[in-house]
């Protein structure tokens, strides 16, 4: 039985959002998407719902989704840090050449206040963020 | 259209694009509550342009960093914001926001009133002028 399957779950109009494990919210798109303002808040409630204050980690899976992310949500997901938001890491899951390029602009231009990396695979990517979070 | 409750107050659709956030209690504004302001707001709008009046209304109500970032991020172009109102009736509050103003630096229009009156007049010259444009 995977138990991941009975986590706490929230279903966005693009993503789920999972707790996968204490700590670890993972973030799945569900659909191709431009991700605007009311998507990103949508996510953020669900993420702070899941986590409760507590440190924790976000994976965002693309699932081989074509999304894109608007300069808002951009800038309101690169204020969250280990600080106030408790965010300790953030670990994105690409596919595609777009996923790519839409993840490393994040990176690059929106400068997120919390460390964040790309992954190709669920496991690097789940291996780095109990790093980050052991770090807290 | 029914307020909407928040930890400190309320969020109204006050007259047509106008939507009015007003302060029922003293408290600070952490990163959940500015998620759940933000939220009402983009519910109460529908999609369409508006203007946001925060009234203060006598209440203590100090901000984290954070919750004056994210209020900062959010534009005109992308979050259909035409102009923010800001009433408060205390030094505090006023020293408050003239530090959002002038150091977050948010990409909408935000001024500072004294009064309900003077700040809802401003605004309907806001809505105006952008249908004007």
Redesign the interface.
């Known amino acids: 039985m995977n138990p991941s399957l009975h986590s706490p779950t929230i279903c966005t109009r693009i993503a789920d959002i999972r707790l996968e494990a204490e700590g670890l919210v993972l973030i799945t798109f569900t659909q191709d998407a431009e991700l605007d303002e009311a998507c990103a808040i949508e996510i953020l409630s669900a993420i702070l719902t899941l986590t409760l204050g507590k440190p924790h980690c976000l994976l965002y899976d693309f699932n081989q989704k074509s999304v894109l992310l608007s300069n808002i949500a951009k800038r309101l997901a690169s204020r969250r840090g280990p600080d106030e938001s408790k965010l300790m890491g953030r670990a994105f899951l690409t596919y595609t050449l777009q996923n790519d390029l839409e993840a490393g602009h994040f990176i690059h231009h929106a400068k997120p206040v919390c460390e964040t990396q790309i992954f190709r695979t669920h496991s690097a990517a789940v291996d780095w963020l109990k790093t980050r979070l052991l770090s807290r | 259209m029914k307020p909407i409750p928040f930890d400190l107050g309320e969020v109204i659709l006050a007259e047509p694009g106008i939507v009015c956030v007003t302060l029922l209690k003293d408290g600070e504004v ?3 509550m500015i ?2 302001l ?2 009402a707001t ?1 519910q109460l709008s529908a ?1 369409k342009p508006y203007v946001i009046l925060l009234d203060f209304n006598g209440k203590n109500v100090p901000s ?3 919750a004056k ?2 209020v900062a ?3 005109e172009h ?2 259909h914001i035409l102009g923010r109102a800001i009433v408060s009736q205390n030094l505090q509050n006023t020293i408050e926001i003239n530090y959002f103003i002038q150091h977050y630096k948010p990409s909408v229009e935000t001024r500072l009133f004294k009064n309900k009156a003077t700040a809802m007049e401003w605004l309907k010259l806001v809505i105006l002028s952008q249908k004007t444009n």
């Open positions: 952490d990163e959940q998620v759940t933000i939220k983009i999609g984290t960093n954070l970032q994210l991020a959010r534009s992308e979050s």
